[in-house]
Each structure stands twice: as C-alpha cells, then as structure tokens.
C-alpha cells in the first residue's frame, strides 16, 4: 500500500512539475531576458522580401521627387519635408490647395479610396514569382488609418478610421495574410507604434498605450496570426512610455504566435540595432557590420508609397536591384524591395517588371543566395581607395546608383568589389558583376582534391588551376544568347578548404 501511495503521489508530482513547465513564462518583461529569444531559421535563409506600403496616403500618391510620399499629412500639416533635395515646406500644401482645393482635409482622403481593383491572390502570384520567401505589408502606418476592422481607431478618435468601417469597406490585412500564406509565403505585418496627430499621443498620455497601442496590437496578431511582426515610429519615446517589454513578453509567451512570430529591432527609442529581433537599415543611412541577421529595405525609388511624380530616372533600374540583392547577402543581410500600390490596389507596372527580373535572376542563381551566409569576406576588391561616401551633401537615403559606382561604373582612384562571396557549408560562390573574359581570379581561396567549379545555369564543369593562393577558372566564351543570365554570375566552387 505504501508504495502504491508513493507511487500516485510521484505521478501526482511530475504532472504538476512538467504542467509548470510547459506553462511557465521563459520571457520576462525586460530586454536581457527578451533578447535571448532566437530569430527563427527561416528568416536568415530567406534573403528576399517585399515590402507594402498602402494606405490613405496612396490616394493622393503625391510628394516631392526624394521624399517618402506616405508622410503626406506630416509634410502637409507641419510644411516641413526632408529627404534628397533642398525643400521650401511648401510643396505638398501648394499641391493640395491647387488638387483638392483649400477646405478638403486628410480626413476627407477615406471616401475617395475604394481600393476597386486590389487582388492579393494575384499580389501573391507576383511576390512568388518573384523569387520573395516573405512579404510585409502596412497594417497601420503614421497616420493611423487601420487596414483592418480595429475598432480602437475608431472609439479613440472619434470617427471612422480603418479600411472596414469607411474607404475600402474590406478587410485589407485579413484578404492579404490569407492570400499570401496559401501561396506559402510568410505574411508579415508592419505596425506603428505611434501616430502623428492622435489626440491622446499629442496630449503625451499613458492611456495611448495602455488603451490603445497594446490592445490594438494584440487585436491585430490575435486576429491574424503573421510571421513577422516590423514595428516603427518607436524614436520618440522610451520604454518608460511605450512598454514594448511588456508586451513582447506577452507576444513571446501566450500571443498564438509566441513560439514562431520574428520581430524587428524597432520598439523603443534609440535601441535600433541593440534590443528586439533581427536588426533593420532603412536606405543604407546606417553602417552595417552585424553579427545577427539582419534586413534592408528600401523602395524601387525614393518613397515607400507610391509617389506618381516619380519617372523613370528616379527608379533603380534590375542591375542595380540584383547587385544590391547580391550585395547585401555578402554581408549576411536580406533585401526586401517595397512596392506601393496604387489607390486602386495595382502594383504600378514598372515595379512588377523590376520583381520580375529579379525572380528571373534568382530562378537561375537562387543556390547562391537562399539558405546562405556570411564567408570570411564578404568581396574582394580591386586596386584603389575603398571608402566611399555613401551619403552626398544635402541627401537622407542612399540612392541605388551607390552599388554602380562600387562594381561596374569605376571611380577615378576607386576600387571596385570584383566579386561578391557566399557560403553554404563547405561550397562558396564567388559572384562576378561583370562576366569575366577568358580567366577569373580568386584571390586567398584554397580548393581541395574533390573541388569542383560549375557556372550557375551552365550544364558544363569549368576547369580550373591553382597557383600561389590564386584560384584561376577558365571562364568559357559565351555569346549573349548563351549566358544562363544577365547583371550578376555566380561560381559554385565545392569543398573549398
């Protein structure tokens, strides 16, 4: 009987002790303890997303060349804009005035969006052919228009302000993550942690968090359950205000996505790069040297929104894109391109093509990027000065031509990065944004007895010698129609030493 009892109570026991553990909260609401909480596989795999910024902002599409168009109301309510220009303030105001006439407000920009032609399945169709493993869409930008049926926006404020209750009248975030997550896409989210000229965030109160900011956000991943969670608008405030601690320990151990969602670095002031998920550049503004995945996003041109007064100039052009791409993978990184849709819910023609030859790239070449990471160095440099001064006087956002002027477009006493490199276990590719003629050197790289070296999207093996620390590849001579594609080439060099 003693051991029968004994027994019962030792079963009684270990139920309780694994119930605690399965239940116990591992993620404690401050950063040392938040931080240790891994970036999901998958995303330092991915390398390629897209970004979507949509919103109210899309009806007017409009804003200075050089400037993020989906701050229209901020340019157009404080009449002071910055980006890669010199600005009187002016511009969006005059345009309005002149567009929409002196008494028609931002507000009034909801019953004209009807978002008629929106498609996600065909958005998904895109992004897939794109080559892109992820896609980010804007649940709520600045403004603080809701692309959802949040109910917060409108008791806060007063009056209707999500895409269900006016506007659109349609679930836009709800359509989206079900598109993209039945093409097998992951589905991301980004959300704005503040807004411009909400009247509780204004007036500097609490309850902007406590009432609307935390339950707001926990409506929206509860709702939709995303992959990615890209947060913003957090550089005016610290945790004392925002909390983010808190709620991301919420996230973390009992939100439906604790045990997969991937976050961003971007929920309190000044901790970029320092606390949260994987880390963000927006531009290139920011040095990049991190030993944590990390991501790039920028637009086809200079805004996020679509900004209809932008031509052909201001777009970067596939080889610039898929040298960034390339780029930015050296380094450990991933791009995700944004595109804007217009009002009506079309991906402007231009930007499809530019996700088109990029996917059209990587159909061939996606070996050397997917599932990649960082070699020993990221390129190997030609002869000259290596120091480039990304950022010209008078610009916030590095412009696309950067990666131009450090590969193929050679600046007087420059060098130029010959080749990029990649690994992936004991392989390495060297990538060339120039096809070479006749030989290719690689410099500080040992091959082993068994190495071989192929061309991506050449069927043949290419022969190869080495002699004093060079790896020398005879290249064969291709004519246009022979090259298995175009802007970057990629050498898959197997166990490498």
């Known amino acids: 009987m003693y051991q029968l009892r004994f027994k019962f109570h030792f079963l009684v026991l270990t139920f309780f002790f694994n119930w605690y553990i399965a239940n116990a909260q591992p993620y404690e609401a401050n950063w040392e303890s938040l931080d240790k909480r891994p970036v ?3 995303f330092e795999d991915a390398k390629f997303g897209i970004f979507i910024h949509w919103g109210l902002y899309s009806v007017p599409s409009w804003s200075p060349k050089g400037t993020y168009e989906e701050w229209y109301l901020e340019w ?7 980006g890669n220009g010199k600005y009187s303030g002016q511009e969006i105001l005059e345009f309005h005035k002149k567009t929409y006439g002196e008494t028609f407000n931002y ?3 909801a019953r004209n969006w009807k978002a008629e032609l929106y498609d996600p399945v065909k958005w998904a169709d895109l992004f897939k052919r794109s080559g892109a493993k992820y896609v980010i869409m804007t649940s709520k930008h600045h403004d603080g228009f809701a692309l959802w049926p949040s109910k917060h926006t409108t008791e806060s404020r007063g009056y209707l302000w999500n895409s269900v209750e006016t506007g659109p009248r349609r679930d836009l975030v709800g359509d989206y993550v079900k598109a993209m997550k039945a093409a097998g896409l992951k ?9 411009w000229y909400h009247p509780w965030y204004r007036a500097g109160l609490d309850k902007f968090v406590t009432d609307y900011y935390h339950p707001q956000f926990k409506d929206l991943v509860t709702r939709y359950q995303p992959d990615i969670l890209y947060a913003d608008g957090e550089w005016e405030q610290d945790d004392s205000y925002w909390k983010s601690t808190e709620l991301l320990a919420w996230l973390f151990n009992e939100s439906p996505v604790k045990d997969e ?6 929920w309190v002031k000044g901790q970029r790069h320092k606390h949260g998920g994987y880390f963000t550049t927006e531009y290139l503004r920011e040095d990049v040297n991190f030993n944590r995945p990390w991501e790039e996003v920028r637009g086809m041109g200079l805004s996020f929104g679509y900004n209809r007064n932008e031509d052909l100039e201001d777009y970067n052009s596939p080889q610039m894109l898929i040298l960034m791409l390339v780029d930015i993978v050296s380094k450990g990184g991933n791009l995700c391109i944004n595109v804007g849709p217009t009002a009506a819910g079309k991906i402007p023609v231009i930007m ?3 996700l088109i030859q990029i996917g059209d790239w990587l159909s061939v070449n996606g070996d050397a990027i997917y599932g990649t990471r960082k070699w020993k160095q990221s390129c190997q440099w030609s002869a000259g000065d290596r120091n480039f001064e990304l950022l010209e006087e008078g610009q916030a956002y590095v412009e696309g031509d950067y990666i131009l002027k450090q590969t193929v477009d050679q600046q007087a006493g420059k060098a130029v990065k010959e080749l990029f ?3 992936k276990g004991n392989d390495v590719f060297a990538i060339s944004p120039k096809f070479p003629k006749g030989e290719l050197v690689i410099k500080d790289i040992t091959p082993a007895k068994n190495t071989q070296i192929t061309l991506l999207g050449y069927e043949h093996p290419l022969k190869y010698k080495y002699r004093k620390g060079d790896l020398i590849i ?5 004519s246009y129609d022979e090259l298995p594609c175009l802007y970057a080439w990629c050498f898959k060099i197997t166990n490498v030493k």
Do not use: C, H, K, M
């Open 76 to 82: 157009l309510t404080s009449q002071s804009i910055f």
């Open 187 to 195: 589905a991301g989210l980004y959300y704005s942690l503040y807004e």
């Open 261 to 266: 969602v991937v976050i961003n670095d971007r």
């Open 421 to 423: 490199f990649t690994s």
């Open 474 to 478: 005879e290249v064969p001579q291709l």
């Open 40 to 42: 999901a596989g998958w």
């Open 352 to 354: 499809e093509e530019r």
């Open 107 to 109: 507000i009034d920009f």
